[in-house]
């Protein structure tokens, strides 16, 4: 039998790449490319990534700003492509980009512009595939989702000139299903892109500046859309095998703790796109996965499940054409009217669900290890932060941590906090924690104790308004001896702050931080980057549809801002 031919090695394959970063940039303030991300240049930090496997040559197609580009990112040895049409989606820059290698030979990386995280060894791997089989397509998956980017053979370039709008490689992808490979890698960040200041925001505060981060880091990131992949369609809904398992969705994240609203259609008066029975979750970040009803549903009702998440009550949506000015108002019932053309009644029921409160103990003693015990029966989420202790002194379900400089981390507006070390670290402790600005804070000591604490954490630079929340001695006056008393009365003192008052900030990350405009015809929230919009007497306004944009052009005067 005659032996194989031995595998030509990655570093040995011809290979060039496509850098697609041509995209626009309204939503992010300035040219994507230059976003950074810590500390560098988007751009820069892909083209660091494609460079590590050594190809042939990289092109860049760049679009938005172009010049502003080239002055401010370093893009030496490699050949740059101006994409005029660069608003037409991503096939057109990428039929620039592949025009650009028509003449040359071997495989070609096709690599996004705004994916910060991919591992070099991704790279590798898919070349290596590539060298070893026949495949013409190459695409890599993490956890079995597919991700970017993509390894091209170079007879299939021609095959990009006919591609049209934002679908890029994957337009040709059922062409080819005989040749196309997925390869699995360990590598999370080919399912990370950035699109908006809140992913932006939110990824840098997952990876705690790292710059490098690594593949668990990463994973957070992607765990929802990895979840979703693995629960498959929805059951029972009328475009089964096409929306995702939202009650699968709802499963994860409630045992990640993540905040999200359960939004289900109740009833229709036809004509409405959406039916009995369909259910969508609403994000803090405005993210909506799954399907209730067309754009105008959309917007009222992300908005009304913002509320929700605030307010932690339920609510059902009525949306109607009719007018509902001077209707009978019903606890609990949110009528808003409708000015799009369909002519259609919905309701929507919405449904908060927010991750249980979260109880931070700072030390071992006897009072702290009570309270972590009656915190777990009340529903806390309960951590305790002991260097002295071990995880088998505190009751089941409480998370035990050692380190002290993981205090900063642990607490959030929204997080209760017990310090009860005993003097031991009282001030350090609490010189972390307040900061963070928790809505309550409860220092277990004598009360002329507490001064002093006190008096040394002002000499420490905290002011009287990060002390504000600090409540010394911790809990009500029951007259409490024994710890389980003490314990007793600080649960006391933390459900009543828990139940009259707000928490200091929203209790999820990711919420936009600009508010959104508000259509002057439909009275509907509309995003204020949204691309409808119009300028009378020097104000712009802003509108969810083209129907309402129309509407107000006719008679600007009866619906401008007096």
Not at 228 to 241: D, E, Q, T
Not at 486 to 511: D, H, Y
Not at 525 to 553: I, M, N, Q, W
Request: hydrophobic residues 40%.
């Amino acid at each position: 039998m005659p032996s194989k031919p031995p595998r030509r090695p990655a570093a040995k394959m011809p290979v060039s790449a496509i850098v697609l970063a041509a995209g626009t940039s309204s939503r992010m303030g300035q040219p994507k490319p230059l976003v950074p991300i810590l500390g560098k240049p988007l751009l820069r930090r892909v083209l660091d990534t494609v460079q590590q496997v050594h190809p042939t040559r990289i092109v860049v197609v760049l679009g938005s700003q172009a010049s502003e580009v080239r002055r401010r990112v370093e893009i030496d040895g490699a050949t740059v492509v101006v994409n005029p049409n660069f608003a037409e989606g991503m096939a057109s820059s990428l039929r620039h980009g592949a025009a650009s290698l028509r003449a040359g030979s071997g495989p070609v990386l096709v690599v996004l512009g705004d994916q910060p995280f991919v591992c070099p060894k991704t790279l590798e791997t898919l070349v290596e595939r590539y060298a070893a089989g026949k495949a013409k397509i190459l695409i890599p998956t993490y956890e079995g989702v597919r991700g970017n980017p993509v390894l091209l053979d170079h007879g299939l370039l021609a095959e990009l000139d006919g591609l049209q709008g934002d679908l890029g490689c994957r337009a040709i992808f059922p062409q080819h299903a005989a040749e196309l490979v997925e390869v699995p890698v360990p590598d999370p960040g080919i399912l990370i892109d950035v699109d908006t200041p809140d992913e932006l925001a939110h990824l840098e505060e997952a990876v705690h500046g790292e710059a490098s981060p690594g593949p668990e880091r990463l994973r957070s990131l992607v765990a929802d859309r990895v979840a979703l992949h693995r629960a498959g369609p929805v059951r029972g809904l009328s475009r089964k095998g096409i929306l995702p398992d939202v009650l699968a969705l709802a499963i994860q994240l409630e045992r990640e703790q993540e905040p999200f609203a359960l939004a289900t259609v109740v009833s229709v008066r036809p004509p409405t796109s959406g039916k009995p029975g369909f259910k969508a979750i609403i994000r803090p970040n405005r993210v909506v996965t799954g399907w209730v009803g067309g754009s105008c549903t959309g917007r009222v009702l992300v908005a009304e499940a913002l509320r929700s998440l605030e307010d932690g009550v339920p609510r059902l949506i009525r949306l109607s054409p009719e007018a509902e000015d001077g209707a009978e108002r019903v606890p609990g019932v949110v009528s808003r009217r409708l000015e799009c053309e369909s002519g259609g009644t919905m309701e929507i029921y919405v449904e908060p669900h927010v991750p249980e409160p979260s109880l931070l103990i700072v030390g071992e003693a006897p009072v702290a290890k009570a309270v972590a015990a009656l915190g777990g029966f009340l529903g806390f989420r309960v951590t305790v932060v002991a260097p002295g202790a071990r995880p088998s002194d505190f009751p089941d379900g409480v998370q035990w941590e050692p380190d002290l400089e993981r205090l900063g981390r642990l607490t959030t507006p929204s997080t209760f906090v017990v310090v009860a070390s005993t003097g031991l670290y009282d001030e350090s402790a609490l010189k972390a924690i307040l900061p963070r600005a928790p809505g309550y804070v409860g220092l277990v000591s004598s009360h002329r104790r507490g001064q002093a604490v006190v008096a040394a954490l002002k000499t420490e630079g905290i002011s009287d308004d990060l002390l504000r929340p600090l409540h010394n001695p911790a809990g009500l006056d029951i007259a409490a001896r024994e710890p389980e008393e003490i314990a007793l009365s600080i649960l006391s003192e933390i459900t009543q702050a828990r139940r009259t008052a707000r928490p200091a900030a929203a209790p999820v990350p990711g919420t936009p931080a600009v508010a959104p405009s508000i259509d002057p015809i439909c009275g509907m929230e509309v995003e204020a980057t949204g691309p409808l919009h119009t300028t009378y007497r020097g104000v712009v306004y802003r509108f969810c549809s083209d129907g309402c944009l129309a509407k107000f052009r006719r008679t600007p005067a009866r619906y401008a801002k007096v």
